[in-house]
């Protein structure tokens, strides 16, 4: 039996728990978040479980499948998470085999459908019995709070101010909504707002930096945008370098220009196109001869419209095309 579930969902994480030891199985934990949230909740007495009822995943395999429970990370289809390595069959401890029961407990957070129904797809081909929520919709309820429980929760606190900072913005127009039905005034705001608070004023006083962060390496710092936008276009479209070996005082041609190219044509017509890259450039670059040393940033810039004119209107794609000149 697996089960999977948000870590931060403790409610749920001990009712499958007690349903484990109920019926005689041992307990082990996949997912780091899991693991941690689990340690943290037992040590402050929000978790109840025995010892002797939890074993380490390298235990699973000594135990008949009958009296394992496996809770773990990934009930949204995280590619990294527990859940998602034991559909593909990659995770190192534990191996879903024909026979075992997997329960999904949760909904799929708008844009994570195809991420979960692949997860669940890889279950099945593997022979396991999945239960989510098109299949038994009673095996989960959401963690979030309905309208009347929100209510509740603002007659119990009576705040100063809210400020719903989760959701999309639909959810922070309905909460402001309902705020405003029972006399507040709700401040929903946008990722990066500075709310200023102020016996006498509530206002957004500025903005912060804020968004998503790629991280790159050894995650030591985001990656910028110009380096996202290129590696885009590389992926895309590909690359073709021109190097050009030029006297450095006439700007005369030394030897034949090298057209390097990767993901930017297609095998069959490469010596076609390369053969006509080198001609155009040859044709422009003896258009200048007489006029002494060029101008090498114009020159560059000159080359590469030129290739990227002409591999657009051959082959309707844009690659990134670096000039590279060496001046002899």
């Not at 870590?7 to 499958?16: F, G, K, T, V, Y």
């Not at 705020?179 to 006083?205: K, Q």
Request: charged share 25%; net charge negative; glycine share 8%.
């Amino acid at each position: 039996m697996v089960v999977a579930s948000f870590a931060s969902n403790l409610s749920r994480l001990q009712l499958a728990m007690d349903a484990a030891v109920r019926y005689g199985r041992k307990i082990a934990l996949a997912g780091r978040s899991m693991i941690q949230n689990v340690d943290v909740a037992r040590e402050l007495g929000y978790l109840h479980v025995e010892e002797d009822s939890l074993i380490g995943l390298e235990e699973v395999d000594n135990l008949p499948p009958e009296q394992v429970t496996v809770i773990c990370t990934g009930s949204q289809g995280e590619p990294l998470a527990a859940l998602s390595r034991m559909a593909m069959g990659d995770h190192r401890q534990v191996r879903i085999r024909e026979g075992d029961t997997v329960i999904v407990s949760s909904t799929p957070i708008p844009g994570n459908e195809d991420l979960v129904w692949r997860t669940i797809n890889h279950l099945y081909q593997r022979g396991a019995t999945v239960i989510h929520t098109q299949h038994s919709p009673g095996i989960h309820v959401s963690g979030h709070g309905n309208r009347e429980e929100l209510k509740m929760m603002v007659n119990l606190t009576r705040p100063r101010h809210i400020v719903p900072v989760h959701g999309e913005h639909r959810h922070l127009t309905l909460w402001r909504e309902l705020a405003g039905s029972m006399g507040y005034e709700a401040h929903p705001l946008e990722n990066g707002d500075i709310l200023s608070l102020s016996p006498d004023s509530t206002e957004v006083s500025g903005r912060v930096p804020s968004g998503v962060v790629i991280l790159d390496g050894t995650g030591a710092s985001g990656l910028e945008d110009t380096v996202l936008r290129d590696r885009k276009q590389l992926a895309k479209d590909g690359i073709v370098v021109v190097i050009l070996s030029l006297n450095q005082d006439t700007g005369e041609l030394i030897s034949d220009p090298e057209v390097i190219s990767r993901g930017a044509m297609l095998e069959a017509e490469t010596e076609a196109l390369e053969a006509t890259v080198k001609e155009r450039i040859v044709a422009y670059l003896n258009n200048l001869n007489g006029n002494g040393a060029p101008d090498w940033d114009a020159l560059r810039v000159e080359v590469r419209q030129l290739v990227n004119r002409l591999l657009r209107k051959q082959t309707g794609r844009r690659p990134m095309v670096v000039p590279v000149i060496v001046e002899v």
